[in-house]
């Protein structure tokens, strides 16, 4: 059974930081690349930061300086390291792994607010 476990989520005031971690069980978590998504109320999904198997990264340009993703593969194990928090970036965040064509997996979703 695959599962995709998020954590790190919580209330931040702006400016602050926070690091997001998925922890992966039931796949190759190596050969799968990774990403973090997220979604605000009353909008679509959207791609924040993914990492390749081989470990090449790319960021949405909203977060671009702010945020770092990195995997460790020892444990099976995605983050996402987000700085300079903004309240636009209050939202839930999900982790995704995905391998080949068509097989793609969700985590439940962590509530990040930025807020003072």
């Known amino acids: 059974q695959v599962q995709l476990v998020e954590s790190g989520g919580g209330l931040v005031q702006p400016g602050g930081s926070l690091r997001l971690s998925c922890a992966a069980s039931?796949?190759?978590?190596?050969?799968?690349?990774m990403g973090w998504y997220r979604q605000a109320p009353g909008n679509q999904r959207e791609l924040v930061a993914a990492?390749?198997?081989?470990?090449?990264?790319n960021y949405a340009d909203s977060v671009k300086g702010r945020f770092t993703i990195s995997r460790d593969n020892a444990k099976n194990a995605v983050y996402l390291q987000m700085n300079s928090l903004k309240p636009e970036d209050t939202a839930v965040y999900y982790c995704?792994?995905?391998?080949?064509?068509?097989?793609?997996?969700w985590g439940q979703g962590t509530q990040v607010t930025v807020s003072s």
């Open positions: 995704k792994a995905a391998v080949g064509v068509g097989t793609s997996y």
């Open positions: 039931g796949i190759m978590f190596r050969f799968y690349a």
């Open positions: 990492i390749t198997a081989g470990g090449t990264t």
